[in-house]
Structure formats: structure tokens, C-alpha cells
């Protein structure tokens, strides 16, 4: 993608953008472009999940494998597992193998089929959360992009109440950006028309 803008003060970029393939495809063709899909939106909260703590090149190594263990995305599915699973997912070294964040999966899958009876879709109910609109924040740098905002937390604390785990303020900054709640790619692709 020749088009391609992004941030050149960004560290895990100059690392990693050169020579990972994933890399480059998920920031030139996912990164902050909105996904209405709700397993798509469901793998990027739990690959942000898995993410903490770690380093991110790790993470998404495995977002492959997490995709395999995980019955691709496939909600109803994730939401049924039990404690059989749970111990087969921890003796796959193919995964990142975190007993609170694998138990963490499950229970947002959970509580995401309970939001879409209640909202229709797991979109609907996260574009909920910023009343239906995208925020847009022009920016000279990444070192502009603040770790979390009023709003993340705001956000954060309603996902809580809503049930969801390991969703503090900072990921779910991290995550708002990466879907697309919020628009800051140089390239103006992901911009939602209203």
C-alpha cells in the first residue's frame, strides 16, 4: 500500500513495520479502520487482552493460533467453553498461556452474546459508548497520543459495570483507537462518514 502515512516517531513501527508481514497488515489495513464484524471486534479486544504486559510483537505472533483455540471468533462457541478448555488452551504452547486472561476470554465472550440480544451486535453496543460517533483527533505525532483519556475512563468503567474484564482505561484506549471509535490515521482512511 503505497498511500501508507504513519507516525515516524513511533518506536514499535521503526522496529517492527520493516520487516513483519503482520505487522504492516494489520496497521496498513486494520489499524483504526471500523470493523462492524462483531468476532473481528471480539479478536482485537482479546489479542489486546493477551497483549498486556507483553511484548506486542509476541502478542500478535499468536493472534493465529489464539484465533484456533478460540473457535475462530465464533462467540457462542467461546461463551460455552469450560474448565476442560481452559486446561486444554494452558497446555498449547502455540498460545499465550495465561490462566486469567483465557478465563478473562471466556467471560467477555459471555457477557458479548448478552450484549447483543440486548443491543443487537457487540458494535452496536460500542458505538453506544461514544453516543454514534467517531471521535477525530488530528495529531503531529504519536508521542501525541495519550495513554488514556476522560473518555477511555469513562468507558472503562462502563465496560466494567457492564461485566467485561481486563478492560481498564489504557486498553481500552488502546482498543477505541485500534477499531476505530476514535480516527487519528494520517492516511484519513477508517474515517466513518456520518
Known amino acids: 500500500m503505497q498511500d501508507f502515512k504513519w507516525f515516524p516517531d513511533d518506536p514499535l513501527y521503526k522496529k517492527y513495520y520493516p520487516d513483519n508481514p503482520l505487522y504492516r497488515h494489520y496497521f496498513e489495513r486494520e489499524w483504526g479502520i471500523p470493523s462492524h464484524d462483531d468476532a473481528q471486534l471480539f479478536e482485537l479486544l482479546t489479542i489486546g487482552i493477551f497483549a498486556a504486559g507483553l511484548n506486542w510483537d509476541v502478542a500478535f505472533s499468536k493472534r493465529a493460533a489464539l484465533q484456533t483455540a478460540f473457535h475462530n471468533w465464533n462467540l457462542t462457541q467461546i461463551a460455552a467453553m469450560t474448565e476442560t478448555d481452559v486446561a486444554t488452551l494452558l497446555a498449547n504452547p502455540a498460545i499465550i498461556r495465561n490462566r486469567l486472561k ?93
Open 102 to 194: 483465557i478465563e478473562a476470554t471466556i467471560h467477555n465472550a459471555q457477557v458479548v452474546v448478552q450484549l447483543q440480544r440486548q443491543y443487537g451486535s457487540f458494535d452496536a453496543y460500542l458505538w453506544s459508548l461514544v453516543h454514534y460517533k467517531q471521535a477525530r483527533f488530528e495529531i503531529n505525532g504519536f508521542a501525541d497520543l495519550p495513554k488514556k483519556t476522560p473518555e477511555s475512563d469513562r468507558i472503562a468503567k462502563q465496560m466494567k459495570r457492564d461485566g467485561f474484564k481486563f478492560t481498564g482505561s489504557v486498553a481500552v484506549y488502546a482498543y477505541m483507537l485500534s477499531v476505530g471509535l476514535i480516527s487519528v490515521r494520517l492516511d484519513g482512511r477508517g474515517v466513518e462518514i456520518e
